[in-house]
């Protein structure tokens, strides 16, 4: 009896352990969206709508993230301005290895006649006047991945990540806070080290012309094309400026949902392109933006890279920026909100010991191009793999 007992007992256990490592274990969900002629195309949003979790393909199309099991029956929704919307169940991609996703061209119809039947400038300030009905306009909890890279020279330098909670009340208010939750850089080869005024998180959101509205009408529009997003003819509307300055707005024609924005100045070029939550509203998915510039070098510095045989008196600086958003939180009871004391300082003064095992387990968007350069050259230039940058650096 007590031998029936005791399997009885050992099976249980072996039972739960089982289910407990079956619901822990999750769904990788990866591949490659491509236009109809095989082209790759970036930044494609995938969502699952239903849980506001997602990410976008890089700038090769490819995509990956991971979910719990038990959202195997949820839908994938993979959108972009131009192409028609597709969906497909969780389980459907996670049962492919690398799947193969084919956008189909959506056409706009919208004329010449069509689009010159509203003034630019008058369809600009009809969005700026719907920001706050069309977008997340309480306080949320983004889930962001935040990379940024230095390079001098034309040689890779400087590579620092950070995963963060950002406190945000929509574009039409000021951002509350800023949580970096972990951070990992490489070792620091910069000959020049210039420190931002604030994080790199809260730059971006300052940043963004969405927020500053007298801004943008102060541009000179006009419509420069058209296209289609989630079946919506959309806008496309160019602002100029003197001093080189520019602005790309695509503007839905029935919602006016400003759903991508493309700004250039003299030394900085910047993209932000928003996605819908599962009521409608639109929120940030992803960023980039990158600064080139010619930067005077310190004395002693360049007295050391003459003996080397540097020519000039300045360098060539590059600074990339990324951020993927990967989730949206919306419920208040489940975030709490402070001061963390991030939203101000450089990225590079935020200091956490390397935690190895979150960034293996978190669902990383997959790198760009320049990004894979920028890790290769950090490695090959310097002898020494990344990983025991960040296991040297980040204590």
Same mark, same amino acid.
Request: with cysteine; charged share 25%.
């Given at each position: ?68 099991? /038990?959202? =195997? ?20 991609? +996670? ?10 061209? +959506? ?7 069509? @689009?010159?039947?509203?003034? +630019?400038?008058?369809?600009? =300030? ?15 909890? @983004?889930?962001? @991945?935040?990379? %940024?890279?230095?390079?001098? /020279? ?20 000021? &951002? ?17 080290? &210039? ?19 007298? %801004? ?9 094309? +058209? ?53 409608? =509203? ?20 360049? =007295? ?12 060539? &600086? ?13 419920? %208040?009871? %489940?975030?709490? &909100? ?31 191009? @320049? ?25």
């Amino acid at each position: 009896m007590r031998k029936i007992l005791k399997c009885m007992f050992c099976f249980c256990v072996l039972s739960l352990c089982s289910n407990l490592n079956a619901q822990g274990q999750k769904l990788e969900i990866e591949g490659i969206i491509i236009d109809e002629s095989g082209e790759p195309l970036p930044y494609v949003s995938v969502v699952i709508l239903s849980e506001n979790i997602g990410t976008s393909s890089n700038d090769e199309g490819y995509f990956y993230f991971s979910v719990a099991q /038990g959202l =195997k029956s949820e839908t994938v929704t993979i959108s972009s301005i131009g192409y028609k919307t597709q969906e497909f169940s969780v389980a459907k991609l +996670a049962s492919v290895a690398t799947n193969k996703i084919v956008m189909e061209e +959506a056409v706009s119809e919208l004329d010449a006649v069509a @689009l010159e039947s509203i003034k +630019a400038d008058l369809v600009v =300030k009809k969005a700026l006047q719907s920001l706050e009905q069309n977008t997340v306009n309480k306080l949320h909890q @983004l889930k962001v @991945l935040y990379r %940024r890279a230095s390079s001098e /020279g034309g040689k890779a330098k400087f590579l620092i990540e950070q995963y963060a909670n950002l406190y945000d009340n929509g574009l039409t208010k000021p &951002v509350t806070s800023l949580e970096i939750v972990e951070s990992r850089q490489s070792e620091d080869y910069r000959s020049l080290f &210039v420190k931002q005024n604030g994080h790199a998180l809260s730059v971006m959101t300052k940043l963004n012309p969405l927020r500053y509205p007298k %801004r943008v009408l102060s541009f000179e529009y006009k419509q420069i094309g +058209a296209s289609v997003f989630n079946n919506e003819d959309v806008r496309i509307i160019k602002g100029t400026k003197e001093g080189d300055k520019s602005i790309i707005l695509y503007i839905g024609t029935d919602t006016y949902k400003v759903y991508k924005v493309e700004t250039s100045a003299r030394n900085l070029k910047g993209t932000y392109i928003f996605r819908e939550n599962s009521k409608g =509203k639109l929120y940030l998915s992803y960023h980039t933006r990158v600064f080139n510039a010619m930067q005077k070098l310190p004395p002693e510095k360049l =007295k050391q890279m003459q003996k080397q045989g540097f020519k000039g008196k300045r360098m060539k &600086v590059s600074y990339l920026h990324e951020a993927f958003i990967l989730g949206i939180n919306m419920e %208040r009871k %489940r975030f709490k &909100v402070k001061d963390y004391g991030h939203a101000n300082a450089d990225m590079t003064d935020i200091k956490m010991p390397y935690n190895k095992a979150f960034w293996e387990t978190l669902p990383m968007p997959l790198d760009t191009k @320049l990004f894979k350069k920028i890790k290769r050259e950090l490695q090959d230039n310097y002898g020494v793999p990344l990983e025991e940058q960040y296991q040297a650096v980040n204590k």
